[in-house]
């Protein structure tokens, strides 16, 4: 099979030929129809994840058919249509998996990062982490839902009911959950790039209220605000944002260094929170709710062995919506 696989950190995915995996025990073999490209794969190929499991087929956003099915599996047959997410395996005994929190399992593994990914014609995926992918999305327009908006949703959830909701880095992840917010009657604020005329149109067009650089300030305190960018300089900025009460929410799994920052910006009972991974709890109710929503996702497609150009498009602000790669 075709697969574009990151060999050494710092350098560009190269397209190998890989053998079929087999389907161990517990897992499918799922023949990818499409593959997101998110952050996360820039994170991983530039080192600033630890210990990657090179070299490893990059990619987390899986849309696919499952071929064959290992033993032990139940609920996943051969023919069904699945998403695979970031969060890949975990051991189903520590305490964070007994209770709820499998998300911070500390021997969990991550699909294109710890084990093989998408980026490729077929990869070997745990049953126990594939979800059902709801109809009315091809299966282009559905991968990112398995990590943009997963991580969006969960994040979402951490807002509580804030009315004002601000959403730094508008990016695969913002342009979905701003369709979510606005439908369930929030009040959306966007915040982009500097400059980025044609991004803040884009958070307008889909439901957005305000749409401004991340250097300026909302027209209204925010109750809540979720930063999407990478950029530690943003959280000073949200916690000037938000109203007494507000919470800031950090959803990437990674950030540059937070900047020091007085104390009286966070006072007034103002909290930070990052969020970490997803639950397969996140996923069923994510799907549920992206298949209710008229929600809409806007990919640019990207022939598997282009995955390089999509990820620099990713890195340098270029695409609007979500890159997505199609063996």
Same mark, same amino acid.
Request: net charge negative; with cysteine; aromatic share 8%.
């Given at each position: 099979?075709?697969?574009?696989?990151?060999? +050494?950190?710092?350098?560009?995915?190269?397209?190998?030929? &890989?053998?079929?995996?087999? =389907? /161990?025990?517990?897992?499918?073999?799922?023949?990818?129809?499409?593959?997101?490209?998110? &952050?996360?794969?820039?994170?991983?190929?530039?080192?600033?994840?630890?210990?990657?499991?090179? !070299?490893?087929?990059?990619?987390?956003?899986?849309?696919?058919?499952?071929?064959?099915?290992?033993?032990?599996?139940? %609920?996943?047959? =051969?023919? *069904?249509?699945?998403?695979?997410?970031?969060?890949?395996?975990?051991?189903?005994?520590?305490? #964070?998996?007994?209770?709820?929190?499998?998300?911070?399992?500390?021997?969990?593994? #991550?699909?294109?990062?710890?084990?093989?990914?998408? @980026?490729?014609?077929?990869?070997?995926?745990?049953?126990?982490?594939?979800?059902?992918?709801?109809d009315r999305f091809g299966d282009a327009e559905a991968a990112?839902?398995?990590?943009? %908006?997963?991580?969006?949703?969960?994040?979402? &959830?951490?807002?509580?009911?804030?009315?004002?909701?601000?959403?730094?880095? @508008?990016?695969?992840?913002?342009?979905?959950?701003? $369709?979510?917010?606005?439908?369930?009657?929030?009040?959306?604020?966007?915040?982009? +790039?500097?400059?980025?005329?044609? /991004?803040?149109? #884009?958070?307008?067009?889909?439901g957005a209220a305000w749409a401004g650089g991340s250097d300026?300030?909302?027209?209204?305190?925010? *109750?809540?605000?979720?930063?999407?960018? !990478?950029?530690? *300089?943003?959280?000073?900025?949200?916690?000037?944002?938000?109203? &007494?009460? /507000?919470?800031?929410?950090?959803?990437?799994?990674?950030?540059?260094?937070?900047?020091?920052?007085?104390?009286?910006?966070?006072?007034?009972?103002?909290?930070?929170?990052?969020?970490?991974?997803?639950?397969?709890?996140?996923?069923? /109710?994510?799907?549920?709710?992206?298949?209710?929503?008229?929600? $809409?996702?806007?990919?640019?497609?990207? =022939?598997?062995?282009?995955?390089?150009?999509?990820? $620099?498009?990713?890195?340098?602000?270029?695409?609007? %919506?979500?890159?997505?790669?199609?063996?």
């Amino acid at each position: 099979m075709r697969a574009m696989v990151l060999e +050494r950190i710092g350098e560009r995915p190269v397209l190998r030929d &890989r053998p079929v995996p087999e =389907p /161990g025990t517990g897992e499918v073999l799922v023949r990818v129809s499409a593959c997101g490209v998110c &952050r996360t794969d820039l994170h991983v190929g530039d080192g600033d994840l630890p210990e990657p499991s090179l !070299p490893v087929i990059l990619g987390h956003e899986v849309v696919g058919t499952a071929e064959a099915v290992g033993s032990n599996v139940s %609920g996943v047959e =051969p023919g *069904d249509r699945v998403g695979v997410p970031w969060l890949g395996w975990t051991c189903g005994a520590c305490r #964070f998996c007994s209770s709820g929190r499998e998300n911070l399992c500390p021997r969990a593994r #991550f699909t294109g990062y710890t084990r093989d990914g998408g @980026f490729a014609e077929y990869l070997a995926t745990d049953a126990r982490y594939c979800f059902r992918v709801p109809d009315r999305f091809g299966d282009a327009e559905a991968a990112p839902l398995l990590c943009a %908006g997963l991580i969006g949703y969960r994040s979402y &959830r951490m807002t509580g009911d804030a009315p004002r909701l601000g959403l730094y880095g @508008f990016g695969a992840a913002a342009h979905i959950l701003c $369709q979510i917010a606005a439908h369930e009657g929030r009040e959306v604020f966007a915040f982009t +790039r500097p400059g980025d005329r044609r /991004g803040q149109g #884009f958070a307008r067009s889909l439901g957005a209220a305000w749409a401004g650089g991340s250097d300026e300030q909302p027209p209204a305190p925010l *109750d809540a605000a979720i930063i999407f960018a !990478p950029v530690g *300089d943003l959280v000073p900025a949200a916690l000037q944002a938000v109203d &007494r009460g /507000g919470r800031v929410v950090c959803a990437g799994i990674h950030m540059s260094d937070l900047p020091s920052f007085p104390y009286r910006i966070l006072w007034e009972e103002r909290s930070i929170v990052s969020v970490a991974n997803l639950t397969r709890d996140d996923g069923i /109710g994510f799907m549920a709710a992206a298949g209710d929503v008229p929600l $809409q996702t806007h990919v640019e497609i990207h =022939p598997l062995e282009d995955a390089a150009t999509a990820m $620099q498009r990713l890195r340098d602000g270029e695409v609007e %919506g979500a890159a997505v790669l199609t063996p």
